[in-house]
């Protein structure tokens, strides 16, 4: 599903989408218009604009994630202020895309947010997981003191829990590993059902949290 203001734009991705295999479900101007769409056509990807009349883009990301949390959302903005940044990743979008990028990063983009893999403008990753470990070292606000027991993780699940820590796709950890792409999908859901998280940013601040990214 596409989501922009911009007819033309908006027209010109769905088309470059459509060309190179997508199925396009739906499309959207607004953000009213695109929280309905999504709920009733039910896209595994959504390409997002920020700047959206009616409702604001990392609004919309944030319904259409907590509708559905399997729901991937490829944020493509003209705005690279970090600030903006941040705030769609903590919305629940999966990546974050320059609307400078070419015909190619888009198409390569949309291929790697539908398999859950974080994407970003080259110089985002860094600033993403640099906030995420300052938000980690910030003092938890209190919370009675009495704390669960952690969930126990398998050795393996433990192992890719810390690569994406380290910001690796599930393809560098699936070569890392020796083992299959769909192998560390299916770690990363188990992980992510044990942990009662919803999705890859919060788990690697979970991971974040407990200094895996550093071992």
């Given amino acids: 599903m596409v989501v922009d203001d911009h007819p033309m734009w908006r027209d010109a991705v769905a088309r ?17 218009q695109a929280v309905r769409r999504a709920k009733a056509a039910a896209p595994d990807v ?4 920020l700047n959206l009349p009616a409702k604001p883009g990392v609004q919309v990301c944030k319904e259409v994630v907590a509708a559905n949390p399997a729901l991937r959302v490829l944020v493509l903005s003209a705005s690279g202020e970090h600030a903006d940044v941040l705030e769609a990743v903590k919305s629940g979008a999966t990546g974050y895309l320059l609307k400078s990028a070419s015909t190619e990063e888009l198409l390569d983009a949309v291929r790697r947010t539908a398999v859950g893999d974080p994407v970003f403008t080259p110089g985002l990753a860094g600033l ?5 470990r300052r938000l980690a070292s910030d003092p938890a606000p209190a919370s009675g003191g009495d704390q669960p027991d952690a969930p126990r ?4 699940e433990t192992e890719v829990l810390r690569l994406v820590a380290k910001g690796l796709s599930y393809k ?8 299959s792409h769909r192998t560390v999908q299916n770690h990363v859901q188990n992980t992510l059902g044990k942990l009662q998280l ?12 407990r200094g895996l990214d550093d071992e």
Avoid: K, P, S, W
């Fill in 16 to 32: 470059d989408l459509t060309e190179n295999g997508f199925d396009v479900v739906a499309t959207a101007g607004d953000g009213e």
């Fill in 198 to 209: 919803h999705n890859r940013v919060e788990l690697v601040r979970y991971a974040i949290e």
């Fill in 128 to 132: 993403v997981l640099g906030e995420y």
């Fill in 172 to 179: 560098q950890i699936a070569e890392r590993l020796v083992i």
């Fill in 46 to 49: 959504i390409v997002l604009d």
């Fill in 153 to 156: 993780l398998t050795d393996r």
